[in-house]
């Protein structure tokens, strides 16, 4: 039975269309997410590894080697095996560094563009054969169906098909690190009808030779030597050389590495698809004997490479032959699909571009797509010169051990790129040639040429037993590459860069950035990039960048710059490849070695780092690090805040508690500047910072509406392993409002207090006017008077008056100077303040027959709350007056003052009283000592002093002996509270 040339043409047509629309419907996201997006998508996927040499050639295979034909599975299932180890460390250097390419990996971990360009050319070579065979497995089967069709002519136009549907769905995106969502689905369903087709046709083809399973282990009894055939080549077979093999192709063919890593969206994926697709490839697997064994029973006519689409043909239904042939078609074209999209970018990225150099375009995306494009086009078209130059002799196996053999060469190079930093690029592109050479001439060279007799360092001829080829290829080739690749490798010393990809390759962390980069924000970032990538993309990367960063285009913290740097050249690398990316962005946005940055920058980036790390420290690196982290702890759980500020002024740390006081959480201040934070901690801490002062006490802060008090101190930081001067300084915030509060309402309620002891004193005081004013009042109503005698009375009734309303005045002041009356300092004039005072204490009895002797000079001003002040005197002057009061003779209080030096002024306040006794003097300041009688004291004046004039940057000395007390006070006149900063002093009396 045959079919119809035009049947065939129209079933591939509408197939690839069917493909087509797949693909769309799938971009277009008019599936459903949960469909398109699903894992079992991305496993069905990988099956584009299962090409025409495993749908059509493992029988075959099967055939001439046995069970040797499972190595085309079980090498691919130890790949997957290994994912842990092999695979996941890959695809994290894949989606963290935009890798999209085998060449764009080994170019990454070696720094080197040469090595990007062998790894491309490599591929190439190896890939190119691949393609040839996919097109020769269908123009051939093509023939099966109809033994008059013209395999070249069907070869042509299955390639122009392709090409189409490879250029529409390959080259829409400007990076092959795009997610191709459409064609992943197109790939995915394509595996799944390679699967059913398998399945049916074997089915199928079994029941007609055996009637079913039971059959066919009857005629496996009555035939051993079927299975002893089965055995025998794999008792002396290559498998260990297969195995190597395959387990190279699993994941560094072009194709595996596009779908396995450029096309993962999550990585939890792939630890889905190490355990699925080897089931998938094992379903593949199981069918293959049967087919061969119903096939030398039914005796199909074909060639045991297309036994499969005999088998369907001796079914006489010509939909199984149809479904068998689409089969073949959907394995052929997901390759050449799946291969020239990444080969192509590979060539771009390491051999275009490099070539012609970036060029500023008005539309450099649109060039790149174009050029894309054009070399897909080259690609397929020398695929399909290939296929019009081997020898068609050799089988679909054969011709797939040619690529297979070709990506084995980056075996050793994938093991140093993962577990051995002292590789270097001398030593990988040493052995890659050298492994290269041992391939070309024994394996490529021979059906190229068409001369099968050529001989190479004693290995078996071609035309001989082709396993053996491959086992001495393999092993020479592996051998010698492996070789060089370490003694070239210990012979040359790896650089800087290498190092660091060595690190990141490693799951180690590279070294971090020093210095400022010449450009300082986004914008200059777009202004140098458009030099060399034009400003339409330059601008369109750098948008990305700080969206993908999450930053804002007015930012200029180093580290975050340091972080946009690095995430622009990952972007461009995805686009471009690594190395050109590296070159583009180093020269554009390379540091500015002039400026050097202190560790300090980096202290939270190492941190991170640390935290993040999975390499387990041992020995004394996880002491040191417990030891950081219980240091680092100390200061996370300090009450107080703390920040720290590096070189040029800008932040490192900030620990919870300063974010608690600030309201401004870490992740907004670490790498800024003090005064880009914003009011009022910003000019605040900035002032601070610039001050001489290593302490403010008690500032005021208004925050949303409510007064806050807050104590500055700071430090600077030595760097004991610097012989230059460190300008790092740590800054500690220490909330007073509870406790300022507190003093407050103390200091208020003992002004209460006094009020309190002075009412007897106020009755009296006002009492005598009163008497005046009532007197004065009944001489106007009971005496005539003349005009002038009428006058001189009205103004002694106003003069008394005003006498009680002075003393009333004092007292509403005084009273009022509590809680929530701190206002800004002003000019106080000390020796009205002393007067003021001294008025207030006299309406006390007990004071009311002390001498004050005010000898203050006129104009001594201080800066202050003239209330507070008053209040000092207040107390000052009433203890005085206890003291004085057990003496015989008239108590004395005398107010002087004398200069200390260095424009400090002293008051003293002495008093002729009995002194306080030894015991008692060291400890008079505190709180509740007192020399008074129960009832008489509370022991809180002298504290009460002592804080105020404290707040006032003064101090509080102490001298009595048994001759009277001298309480001397420490001012300095005419300057702001210490500590006080004018600018925020001003900014308080504004708000």
């Known amino acids: 039975m045959t079919l119809d040339l ?43 590894y299962a090409t025409t040499w495993s749908y059509y050639g493992s029988v075959g295979f099967a055939q001439d080697q046995g069970l040797n034909f499972l190595t085309i599975y079980l090498g691919v299932t130890l790949a997957f095996v290994l994912t842990p180890v092999l ?9 963290t560094y935009q890798l999209t390419s085998v060449a764009d990996l080994f170019a990454f971990r070696f720094n080197s563009q040469w090595a990007g360009v062998l790894v491309t050319l490599l591929m190439l070579a190896g890939v190119l054969p691949y393609i040839a065979l996919q097109i020769r497995a269908v123009a051939e089967s093509t023939q099966v169906l109809t033994p008059e069709s013209s395999p070249h002519v069907l070869a042509f136009w299955f390639m122009v098909l392709v090409t189409v549907f490879t250029m529409i769905f390959g080259a829409r995106h400007v990076s092959p690190r795009e997610h191709h969502a459409g064609l ?27 009637g079913g399973i039971g059959g066919m282990h009857a005629w496996l009894a009555d035939n051993p030597d079927q299975l002893e055939a089965l055995y025998a080549p794999a008792r002396e077979g290559p498998w260990t050389s297969l195995l190597v093999l395959t387990f190279a192709a699993a994941f560094l063919l072009p194709r595996q590495f596009h779908m396995l890593f450029a096309e993962n969206q999550n990585p939890r994926d792939l630890n889905l698809a190490s355990w699925a697709f080897p089931l998938f490839l094992l379903a593949l697997t199981l069918v293959i004997p049967p087919i061969l064994w119903a096939a030398t029973v039914l005796q199909p006519g074909t060639p045991a490479d297309y036994h499969v689409l005999g088998l369907s043909l001796a079914s006489g239904s010509p939909a199984l032959a149809l479904l068998a042939y689409l089969g073949g078609i959907s394995a052929a074209s997901a390759m050449i699909v799946v291969s020239t999209l990444a080969i192509s970018a590979m060539t771009l990225n390491h051999l275009v571009l490099p070539l012609a150099g970036p060029q500023p375009h008005r539309d450099l995306y649109g060039a ?197 740097r690095a995430q622009i050249e990952r972007n461009i690398s995805g686009m471009m490849g690594p190395v050109l990316a590296r070159m583009i962005v180093d020269e554009q946005l390379q540091m500015d070695t002039r400026s050097r940055t202190a560790l300090a920058q980096n202290v939270r980036l190492i941190e991170d780092r640390l935290e993040t790390s999975r390499t387990r420290l041992r020995g004394l690196a996880a002491e040191l690090d417990r030891l950081r982290r219980y240091h680092r702890q100390i200061i996370e759980d300090l009450p107080l805040g703390v920040c720290a500020v590096a070189q040029g002024g800008r932040l490192v740390r900030w620990n919870p508690a300063i974010a608690e006081l600030t309201r401004i959480p870490m992740s907004d201040v670490i790498g800024r500047r003090l005064d880009e934070l914003p009011d009022p901690w910003g000019p605040l801490l900035a002032s601070f910072l610039s001050s001489d002062a290593s302490h403010w006490h008690r500032q005021e802060i208004q925050t949303n509406d409510h007064a806050r008090w807050y104590s500055l101190h700071k430090a600077a930081i030595d760097d004991p392993s610097s012989s230059n001067r460190s300008t790092d300084t740590v800054l500690l915030v220490e909330d007073l409002t509870e406790v300022s509060v507190l003093e407050q309402e103390l200091a208020h309620s003992e002004r209460l207090a006094s009020i309190g002891r002075l009412a007897a004193g106020v009755a009296h005081e006002i009492g005598n006017p009163v008497t005046g004013i009532s007197c004065l009042a009944q001489e106007l109503r009971d005496e005539d008077t003349d005009e002038e005698r009428t006058n001189a009375i009205a103004e002694e009734v106003l003069n008394q008056a005003q006498r009680i309303n002075n003393i009333v005045q004092s007292l509403v002041r005084y009273a009022h100077g509590g809680v929530g009356s701190q206002r800004p300092p002003e000019p106080v004039d000390l020796r009205q303040t002393v007067e003021e005072a001294m008025r207030l204490t006299t309406l006390s009895r007990r004071a009311r027959f002390v001498r004050f002797d005010n000898e203050l000079p006129e104009g001594v001003t201080i800066s202050g709350e003239p209330q507070q002040l008053v209040q000092v005197f207040v107390n000052l002057f009433s203890n005085a007056a206890d003291a004085c009061a057990d003496r015989d003779d008239e108590g004395a209080i005398r107010i002087s003052l004398e200069h200390y030096g260095d424009g400090w002024i002293n008051v003293h306040v002495r008093d002729n009283g009995g002194g306080i006794p030894d015991d008692v003097l060291d400890h008079v300041l505190e709180p509740f000592v007192t020399t008074k009688r129960p009832g008489y004291g509370t022991g809180l004046g002298l504290p009460l002093v002592y804080n105020i004039v404290r707040e006032h940057g003064g101090e509080v000395l102490v001298d009595s002996n048994t001759t009277g007390t001298c309480i001397t006070l420490r001012l300095r006149p005419d300057i702001p509270l210490a500590g006080q900063n004018p600018a925020v002093a001003d900014g308080q009396s504004r708000s």
């Open 6 to 48: 035009g049947v065939i043409s129209a079933a591939v047509v509408g197939y690839l269309l069917l493909l087509f629309l797949i693909a769309y419907v799938t971009d277009r996201q008019w599936l459903p997410a949960w469909l398109t997006r699903n894992p079992v998508v991305y496993v069905l996927s990988l099956g584009v």
């Open 87 to 95: 695979l996941m460390p890959i695809l994290r250097l894949t989606r």
């Open 184 to 210: 992943v689905a197109a790939i995915a369903f394509e595996s799944l009808m390679k699967l059913v087709a398998l399945l049916l046709v074997a089915g199928v083809a079994v029941w007609q030779a055996f």
């Open 368 to 564: 790149l797509r174009w050029a894309r494009r054009v070399v897909m086009v080259t690609v397929i078209a020398a695929g399909y010169g290939f296929y019009l130059i081997l020898e068609p002799t050799a089988g679909l196996v054969g011709w797939g051990l040619i690529s297979f053999l070709a990506m084995a060469q980056l075996l050793p190079g994938i093991v140093g790129l993962l577990f051995w930093p002292r590789a270097t690029s001398h030593g990988f592109i040493a052995g890659l040639l050298g492994g290269a050479c041992v391939w070309v001439f024994t394996v490529l060279l021979p059906p190229v040429t068409g001369d099968s007799t050529m001989l190479w360092m004693g290995l078996p001829s071609a035309d001989g037993d082709q396993p053996a080829v491959y086992q001495s290829a393999t092993f020479w080739s592996l051998a010698i590459n492996s070789v060089l690749f370490v003694i070239v490798s210990l012979l040359s010393r790896p650089d800087e860069r290498e190092r660091e990809a060595a690190a990141v390759c490693r799951d180690l962390n590279p070294t971090l950035p020093v210095g400022d980069l010449r450009a300082r924000s986004p914008q200059q970032f777009v202004k140098r990039l458009a030099s060399v990538m034009g400003k339409s993309a330059a601008r369109k990367e750098v948008e990305k960048a700080v969206r993908e960063r999450g930053l804002h285009w007015d930012e200029t913290r180093p580290s975050h710059l340091h972080g946009l």
